[in-house]
C-alpha cells in the first residue's frame, strides 16, 4: 500500500476566493488561449498549497475552441503553449500536486454517429496532450461516462470499447471510466473493464442511485480499485445527495387561472409555497429532492460509514459537492471531530481543523441574534 496519506480534492470551480477563475472564458472574437487559463490555475495552485489541498480537476475548457470544427485559429494553442504547460507541469509535480480532467457530457464514445465519436476522441486527445506536455504521472487521468443507451444497452456496451479502441495511446493511457447514476451501472462498466482492460472509478452516490443487479457495496469497490495499473493509486468520487425541498417557479397556464377563477378545487395540483391567486402570473412549486443531485457539502457520517466499509483500501476521494473547496475545507475538519481514525488516513490533523470562513461567518451570524 502506498505510505502516502489519501487526498482529498475537489473539482473546477474555486468559491473560497472570489473572483479566482479557472480557465479564459472569453469568446472566440476576444481571442481566449489557453496560456491565459494556464496562469489562472497557476494562481489555483497557490491558493490550494495555502489552504492545504493536494488534489484537483481542472477545467475541461482550459483550451477554449481548441478542438471546435470551424475555428481552426485555436487548433494549435496546446501546442503553442508547450514552454507554459511545461512550466506548469513542474510546480504541480513539485507541489506533488494530482490533477486531472473530467471532459463533458458531450463527449461520447459509443455514438452510433461516427463523426460525433471522432470529435470525442478528438477532444479527448487534446486534454491528454495537456497532460503529457505537463509531464504529469500516470495517476492524472481523463475521467468519461459509457454515454447513451441508444435504445440497446448491450450494443451501446460494446460500442463504446470500439471507441475506445479508435483513441491513440496517448489518450488509452490517461482514459478513466466511471459508472453513472442513470444509464451504465458499476456491473456494466465492469463488463467494459472485462473486455478491454480500461481502468474504472467508482462514484460512490451513483452506486446507489443506479444498482439493478443488487451489486454489494465493498466487493464492488475492491473490483474498481484492482482494475487500476499496479503502482497508480486510484481516485474515487464521492458526495452526498441533496435533501433539500426543491422550490420551482413556474408560469401560470391559461387552463390552471381559468380553474383558479372557476373556484373549482384542484385535482392532483402540486403543492405550492403560497397560496395562488387567479391574479397570479407564476406559482412556486415545492417538490422532493432528486436524489441524483449533488448536496452542497459532504455528509461526514455517509464519508466515514463507507471509509471503514473500505478500510484497507488505496485511494484518494474526489468530493463533488456544490460548494467545492468549502466542502473540502469544512470536511476536514467534521472528520477529525466525529471520525478521528478516517482522519487519518488522510493525514488529517489539528492544523486541518481550524474554523473556516462559513464556520465564523455563522457565530457572527449567532451572536447578533442574541
Not at 472569453?26 to 481571442?31: G, L, M, P
Not at 482514459?175 to 458499476?186: C, K, M
Amino acid at each position: 500500500m502506498n505510505e502516502r496519506p489519501l487526498r482529498l480534492g475537489f473539482p473546477v470551480k474555486v468559491m473560497g476566493r472570489p473572483g479566482m477563475k479557472s480557465n479564459d472564458t472569453r469568446r472566440w472574437r476576444q481571442n481566449p488561449h489557453l496560456k491565459t487559463s494556464l496562469e489562472y490555475v497557476d494562481a489555483i495552485l497557490d491558493y490550494l498549497v495555502e489552504v492545504g489541498i493536494d488534489m484537483y480537476r481542472m477545467s475541461s475548457d482550459l483550451a477554449p475552441y481548441a478542438t471546435h470544427p470551424d475555428m481552426p485559429q485555436f487548433h494549435s494553442m496546446v501546442a503553442e503553449s508547450d514552454a507554459e504547460l511545461a512550466s506548469l507541469g513542474r510546480k504541480a509535480r513539485a507541489l506533488d500536486m494530482r490533477l486531472s480532467f473530467h471532459p463533458s457530457q458531450f463527449v461520447l464514445l459509443n455514438s452510433p454517429d461516427q463523426a460525433l465519436t471522432t470529435k470525442s476522441i478528438w477532444d479527448l486527445a487534446s486534454q491528454a496532450e495537456i497532460l503529457d506536455r505537463m509531464g504529469m504521472g500516470p495517476e492524472g487521468v481523463l475521467v468519461t461516462h459509457v454515454g447513451g443507451v441508444y435504445d440497446d444497452r448491450e450494443a451501446s456496451r460494446a460500442r463504446w470499447i470500439k471507441g475506445y479502441e479508435q483513441c491513440p495511446d496517448h489518450v488509452r493511457r490517461r482514459l478513466v471510466l466511471e459508472n453513472d447514476d442513470i444509464r451504465f451501472s458499476a456491473a456494466d462498466v465492469l463488463w467494459i473493464h472485462e473486455r478491454c482492460g480500461v481502468p474504472l472509478i467508482f462514484d460512490y452516490q451513483h452506486f446507489w442511485c443506479l444498482n439493478p443487479e443488487g451489486s454489494a457495496l465493498r466487493p464492488t469497490v475492491e473490483r474498481f480499485i484492482k482494475s487500476w495499473p499496479e503502482g497508480v493509486r486510484p481516485k474515487i468520487h464521492f458526495s452526498s445527495p441533496r435533501t433539500e425541498l426543491r422550490e420551482i417557479k413556474r408560469k401560470i397556464t391559461d387552463k390552471e387561472r381559468a380553474t383558479l377563477k372557476s373556484a373549482a378545487p384542484a385535482k392532483g395540483g402540486a403543492l405550492t409555497k403560497a397560496v395562488v391567486k387567479p391574479t397570479s402570473r407564476f406559482k412556486t412549486v415545492l417538490l422532493p429532492p432528486i436524489w441524483t443531485g449533488h448536496a452542497d457539502f459532504t455528509n461526514p457520517f455517509e464519508l466515514a460509514t463507507f471509509m471503514r466499509d473500505a478500510e484497507g483500501l488505496d485511494f484518494d476521494v474526489m468530493l463533488e459537492a456544490k460548494t467545492k473547496d468549502l466542502s473540502l475545507l469544512k470536511l476536514r475538519g467534521d472528520l477529525f471531530r466525529y471520525a478521528p481514525d478516517v482522519a487519518t488516513r488522510f493525514g488529517i490533523g489539528s492544523d486541518d481543523t481550524a474554523e473556516d470562513m462559513l464556520d465564523q461567518g455563522m457565530e457572527a451570524e449567532e451572536a447578533s441574534s442574541d
